[in-house]
């Protein structure tokens, strides 16, 4: 067990009978530096699960993609415009960023009140209202003649897939306006502008407070990489490596992610933290359930707090000869500004026996005391949990950079850090006990987080001109209709020649047959493993299947490495790495004894004579394993198995991971019946009729082809699309002339569409070529693994009804 008791709050002073009354009272609020560590912990899983794809749609710490991906760098310059949405308050600014060699600005701004009825009243309203209020902020500084650029400041979860668009997941903190969640909110922003006939601003960038905060701050400090806001809500920011960031393509760089960290918790991984004066302050909130952590720190929560529990502890006679009077039964009766004042060093008690008074309590000394104490207990575990999350963000930061020892700065806004008279002291203390190996220095925010909007807008324009530059470079890689018209006509021809027992050794297209004739039907049921090998991780997945009224899949795994000596060293030390990786899951998993059905998924060209049997044709993707191509990959893992004398599996089916992401999507969609992959490699499946493949018996039914696309123009036929670059890369790499389109074609593209989404240009340009077929593009949020477990349990089915 955990020791809660937190020394620090009593500061080596002697206690009063009322402060140890309220320690014993207060017992559970009282954390020590070993819970506070484990919060930590707890909070790097949770940050971990955000970012990763298949983990990300449970998790609480949503890790939302920012889309910023620089900070300022001190050539930005030009007026903009920026309006902040959020708080208590709602404010528009101008903007002036100079380049004189002194990194210098000039601001100009205008607060506006944010009444109760617009913000819970409707959607339309709320933004009418904003832009009412840059409209006269325009007329009062006399802009309304120029045309401007705008960042927004929305300081709510949303779900972003460019830097100017923004979908709301949630309202938090006292808004509520109807209508809003699950739109685009800059784009709701833009209607109510297009209003205003006499304004013309264009929305450029929308970003959260905490984004704003960092901006800012970066702006005055390079060294800056945190943003936190501590006020009416809380949150962070922080600059994660792009490699991490699983929502996002690419790999390259880095991207600022919004943690969203109000919601820590919300799936219960704090209850045993929580009070029971959190769970009433719960109960009687606007998102009861939702932002937990959020509750437990910011601003707007921690005033009702101490209001409770005085509450609780005049009821039971501990307080005030147990009067209880009408101002202390009513909700928002005592406010952070409260709290604020009767923690205040010398005037502290002289403040709390004025508000108590004004509750009509009529306090003595003891009872001023106690209260006090109150106060120091509910914003010192606010500063405590604070610096518990921050920590963790340091530590993910440390060690992505591989550092022993990181000097950082945190960007930090919010009324809660700027007016408590103790807080900031409390939770610099906190944090360096916390992470010693952190030099951190903490930035105030002079400028609010708006002013950072206006330095994101400011950034994206330098990166706009930049991207001009570089769209000179890149122009032979934009490719017109009529030429994607002729790379499709060449790509069917090499398909048909895939096919046909004539052309297919000369084919580059290979159209391997899977002998997967089947999809799921949702009558599989049972316990499969899946191995998912292909990158530079392996995946060992332990899948349950149910069928009938309550059909399920659900799934444990494990990650493991595969260093680059594994990779690229024998074909036996391959395997048993694998089979290690597969006995500690095994361990893990406590099923060490079970023979279960597996399919592996092997995402390499493979030449198959059957389900279970798959000769490797050639390694892609960095893997360069020796004795292994021309092997058959089951036979190998089998022999690794058998070395090893530990376990047996039944080896079922192997399948690439194009197949394996089909039939993952096609337990969900019965019309799914294309597997694509576009990542490290691209490959696409398909069900192909039988009748059209010569390269295998029988015309009965469909059989899934994997085509290996990957080929696709080593013969030379796209050499006219192919640039200088293509050719430099190609001939950097480790299958020189091999795999055109596979390593260098597709990574163009992933390369050039930094102001594109990928799967945007890719829907869109399919609709172009293929008019008539109305294709829905279904993502894989499981991964090809539990593909691989799917066709493992159709071949059972299929086996166990005697077809073939």
């Known amino acids: 067990?955990?020791?809660?008791?937190?020394?620090?709050?009593?500061?080596?002073?002697?206690?009063?009978?009322?402060?140890?009354?309220?320690?014993?009272?207060?017992?559970?609020?009282?954390?020590?530096?070993?819970?506070?560590?484990?919060?930590?912990?707890?909070?790097?899983?949770?940050?971990?699960?955000?970012?990763?794809?298949?983990?990300?749609?449970?998790?609480?710490?949503?890790?939302?993609?920012?889309?910023?991906?620089?900070?300022?760098?001190?050539?930005?310059?030009?007026?903009?415009?920026?309006?902040?949405?959020?708080?208590?308050?709602?404010?528009?600014?101008?903007?002036?960023?100079?380049?004189?060699?002194?990194?210098?600005?000039?601001?100009?701004?205008?607060?506006?009140?944010?009444?109760?009825?617009?913000?819970?009243?409707?959607?339309?309203?709320?933004?009418?209202?904003?832009?009412?209020?840059?409209?006269?902020?325009?007329?009062?500084?006399?802009?309304?003649?120029?045309?401007?650029?705008?960042?927004?400041?929305?300081?709510?979860?949303?779900?972003?897939?460019?830097?100017?668009?923004?979908?709301?997941?949630?309202?938090?903190?006292?808004?509520?306006?109807?209508?809003?969640?699950?739109?685009?909110?800059?784009?709701?922003?833009?209607?109510?502008?297009?209003?205003?006939?006499?304004?013309?601003?264009?929305?450029?960038?929308?970003?959260?407070?905490?984004?704003?905060?960092?901006?800012?701050?970066?702006?005055?400090?390079?060294?800056?990489?945190?943003?936190?806001?501590?006020?009416?809500?809380?949150?962070?920011?922080?600059?994660?490596?792009?490699?991490?960031?699983?929502?996002?393509?690419?790999?390259?760089?880095?991207?600022?992610?919004?943690?969203?960290?109000?919601?820590?918790?919300?799936?219960?991984?704090?209850?045993?933290?929580?009070?029971?004066?959190?769970?009433?302050?719960?109960?009687?909130?606007?998102?009861?359930?939702k932002q937990l952590f959020e509750k437990m720190i910011s601003s707007l929560y921690l005033g009702e707090l101490v209001r409770l529990i005085l509450l609780k502890m005049t009821k039971e006679g501990l307080l005030f000869n147990g009067k209880v009077s009408a101002a202390l039964l009513t909700k928002g009766k005592i406010e952070m500004k409260h709290v604020s004042a009767m923690e205040k060093y010398k005037e502290g008690l002289s403040n709390t026996k004025e508000i108590l008074t004004e509750l009509n309590l009529f306090p003595s000394e003891d009872d001023c005391i106690a209260v006090q104490h109150v106060c120091t207990i509910v914003s010192f575990r606010s500063a405590n949990l604070c610096a518990a999350a921050l920590a963790a963000i340091l530590t993910r930061l440390r060690e992505n950079k591989k550092l022993l020892r990181l000097r950082t700065t945190v960007g930090i806004d919010g009324g809660l850090y700027k007016t408590h008279p103790q807080y900031p002291k409390r939770l610099h203390k906190v944090v360096r006990r916390l992470v010693p190996n952190c030099d951190v220095r903490f930035l105030l925010s002079q400028s609010g987080s708006a002013k950072g909007a206006a330095m994101v807008t400011a950034v994206a324009y330098r990166l706009a001109a930049q991207r001009k530059q570089i769209d000179a470079v890149l122009a032979p890689f934009v490719l017109s209709l009529e030429t994607l018209r002729d790379v499709k006509n060449k790509m069917r021809t090499e398909l048909e020649y895939g096919l046909k027992r004539e052309t297919q050794d000369?084919?580059?297209?290979?159209?391997?047959?899977?002998?997967?004739?089947?999809?799921?039907?949702?009558?599989?049921?049972?316990?499969?493993?899946?191995?998912?090998?292909?990158?530079?991780?392996?995946?060992?997945?332990?899948?349950?299947?149910?069928?009938?009224?309550?059909?399920?899949?659900?799934?444990?795994?494990?990650?493991?490495?595969?260093?680059l000596e594994i990779m690229q060293g024998t074909g036996?030390?391959?395997?048993?790495?694998?089979?290690?990786?597969?006995?500690?899951?095994?361990?893990?998993?406590?099923?060490?004894?079970?023979?279960?059905?597996?399919?592996?998924?092997?995402?390499?060209?493979?030449?198959?004579?059957?389900?279970?049997?798959?000769?490797?044709?050639?390694?892609?993707?960095?893997?360069?394993?020796?004795?292994c191509e021309g092997e058959d990959v089951v036979d190998m893992l089998r022999e690794a198995i058998r070395r090893r004398n530990e376990f047996d599996l039944d080896i079922v089916a192997v399948v690439n991971d194009t197949v394996g992401t089909m039939m993952t999507c096609g337990y969900e969609d019965p019309n799914c019946e294309i597997g694509l992959i576009a990542g490290t490699g691209s490959n696409v499946c398909y069900m192909e009729d039988m009748k059209n493949i010569e390269i295998v018996e029988g015309n009965e039914g469909k059989m899934c082809i994997n085509t290996e696309w990957g080929g696709f123009g080593d013969n030379g036929c796209i050499d006219n699309i192919r640039t200088k670059y293509d050719k430099e890369v190609d001939e950097g790499s480790l299958n020189i002339k091999a795999k055109v389109s596979d390593q260098k074609s597709i990574p163009r593209i992933l390369f050039s569409s930094f102001s594109f989404s990928f799967s945007r240009v890719l829907q869109e340009t399919v609709k172009e070529l293929a008019p008539r077929c109305d294709v829905t593009f279904m993502l894989s949020e499981d991964g090809s693994g539990k593909g691989a477990a799917l066709i493992t349990a159709v071949a059972k089915r299929l086996h166990n009804i005697g077809q073939k």
């Not at 380049?99 to 506006?112: A, H, I, P, T, V």
């Not at 036996?572 to 399919?599: N, S, T, W």
């Open 1 to 289: 067990m955990f020791s809660r008791r937190n020394p620090n709050i009593t500061e080596n002073r002697g206690q009063s009978w009322g402060e140890k009354q309220v320690d014993r009272y207060l017992y559970h609020m009282r954390l020590s530096d070993d819970v506070l560590l484990d919060v930590m912990a707890r909070f790097q899983a949770e940050m971990v699960k955000g970012l990763g794809r298949d983990t990300n749609p449970t998790a609480t710490v949503k890790m939302l993609p920012s889309f910023v991906r620089s900070l300022p760098d001190g050539s930005e310059k030009g007026d903009f415009l920026a309006v902040d949405l959020g708080g208590s308050q709602f404010r528009a600014l101008e903007v002036k960023v100079f380049n004189d060699g002194r990194q210098s600005s000039q601001l100009e701004s205008k607060f506006y009140p944010t009444p109760k009825e617009v913000i819970q009243g409707s959607g339309a309203e709320l933004f009418s209202y904003v832009a009412d209020c840059l409209s006269d902020f325009m007329e009062s500084r006399n802009l309304k003649h120029k045309k401007l650029p705008l960042g927004f400041t929305f300081s709510f979860p949303c779900k972003q897939t460019e830097l100017e668009e923004g979908v709301l997941l949630s309202w938090t903190k006292h808004f509520k306006a109807r209508g809003v969640q699950g739109t685009d909110v800059a784009s709701s922003l833009r209607k109510a502008l297009q209003k205003h006939k006499d304004i013309d601003v264009d929305v450029l960038a929308m970003v959260n407070d905490t984004v704003g905060t960092m901006m800012t701050c970066g702006y005055d400090d390079p060294r800056c990489e945190v943003g936190l806001i501590i006020g009416t809500g809380t949150n962070a920011c922080y600059m994660e490596e792009m490699r991490h960031i699983d929502l996002v393509e690419g790999d390259e760089g880095r991207m600022c992610i919004n943690t969203e960290w109000g919601a820590f918790g919300d799936d219960g991984a704090l209850d045993d933290l929580r009070t029971e004066f959190d769970r009433e302050l719960d109960l009687g909130s606007l998102n009861p359930g």
């Open 506 to 563: 000369r084919a580059t297209v290979k159209m391997l047959p899977t002998y997967v004739c089947g999809t799921p039907d949702g009558t599989e049921k049972g316990k499969y493993l899946a191995l998912d090998l292909g990158g530079t991780n392996f995946r060992v997945l332990l899948v349950k299947i149910r069928s009938g009224r309550r059909r399920s899949v659900r799934m444990y795994n494990k990650i493991f490495a595969i260093p």
């Open 572 to 627: 036996e030390e391959l395997f048993d790495h694998i089979v290690q990786c597969i006995a500690d899951f095994l361990e893990y998993m406590g099923i060490k004894g079970a023979r279960l059905p597996l399919g592996f998924t092997f995402s390499f060209p493979c030449r198959q004579a059957s389900i279970d049997k798959g000769t490797l044709v050639g390694w892609t993707k960095g893997f360069k394993a020796t004795d």
